[in-house]
């Protein structure tokens, strides 16, 4: 895929993903989803996102005054 079609996917210009690429600028969040949508990539696969070390912690309901 070249800059300029994943640019068209992103909806953002070429320059922009060669400055994503070269580092010069940093991805948003959504855009970094969206090329890992793109790609057909799981995000757990990157981001730990099955860390079995923290545990749940109940949420109990304040009483109002």
Do not use: W
Not at 14 to 26: F, L, P, W
């Amino acid at each position: 895929m070249t800059q300029k079609q994943l640019a068209e996917k992103l909806g953002v210009d070429q320059a922009s993903v060669s400055n994503y690429e070269s580092g010069k600028t940093e991805m948003t969040c959504t855009q970094l989803f969206e090329l890992f949508l793109i790609f057909g990539k799981d995000l757990s696969n990157v981001f730990d996102l099955k860390d079995s070390s923290i545990e749940d912690v109940p949420i109990e309901e304040q009483e109002k005054e």
